[in-house]
């Protein structure tokens, strides 16, 4: 499996305190057949604003950790970006493995025009990633099968899969993907969060198949870890 949305950068942001904690979540992640994993610390004005540098020298550091105790997985440096118009001084800081790849998080219940910072972000050159579609109550199932048309790309949260979001959540989220509108699915792990994401790979095997299930926690993601080109 490819996690592309995941909190486990040591003293970035509310998921992992320290390097122990960020081993933890990598072994757990191993042990349900995860090979990659992107790590999205939050960038979150007046909330998250830890500094680039820092974030990379631990990320640096976690890769040489995963090295020295030999765990067999792939680490790529990513951000989850929360919406605010001063994003877009510095995008460059928030993309995905180094690529015009951008994963961008709303307000829950606030719809800050989304269409518009999606129209936006495609014009200055980015691939769009809307974090956890599932959580957003001013998007309607309508609504995000028309950003679906605008080629963006949809990742749902494992733990919607699995109920924990409310059963309301769940049927939407399943609904979604049953149309075709969803991409990814996804751990948004945290350390004190349960990874979800080898019990909701068997609830979508079950319900959707094989091809569906690899597409949504594999195959799907390998353009992001992929280096583009130029």
Do not use: W
């Not at 518009?116 to 995000?144: C, P, Q, T, W």
């Not at 989220?173 to 699915?185: E, M, Q, R, T, Y």
């Amino acid at each position: 499996m490819i996690d592309i949305h995941s909190h486990v950068i040591f003293d970035v942001d509310d998921g992992a305190c320290d390097i122990g904690q960020s081993i933890k979540i990598i072994e757990e992640m191993i042990s349900v057949g995860v090979t990659d994993l992107i790590c999205t610390p939050h960038y979150r004005l007046k909330m998250f604003e830890t500094d680039y540098e820092k974030i990379k020298t631990n990320f640096n550091a976690l890769c040489d950790k995963v090295l020295e105790l030999n765990l067999n997985i792939n680490l790529y440096l990513g951000r989850e970006v929360y919406f605010n118009k001063s994003i877009y001084n510095n995008l460059e800081l928030f993309t995905m493995n180094n690529n015009k790849i951008i994963l961008i998080e709303f307000s829950y219940t606030i719809n800050p025009d989304v269409e518009e910072v999606l129209y936006n972000l495609k014009r200055l050159g980015y691939i769009v990633i809307i974090a956890h579609v599932e959580r957003y109550v001013f998007l309607s199932f309508d609504d995000i099968v028309n950003l679906k048309s605008k080629n963006v790309y949809i990742q749902i949260n494992a733990s919607t899969i699995v109920g924990r979001g409310g059963r309301k959540e769940k049927k939407r989220a399943l609904k979604l993907i049953k149309a075709g509108v969803v991409d990814f699915i996804a751990s948004d792990i945290h350390y004190n969060r349960t990874n979800y994401l080898n019990q909701a790979y068997n609830i979508i095997y079950k319900k959707f198949g094989q091809e569906i299930s690899d597409r949504l926690f594999n195959e799907n993601a390998k353009f992001i870890i992929n280096k583009q080109e130029e």
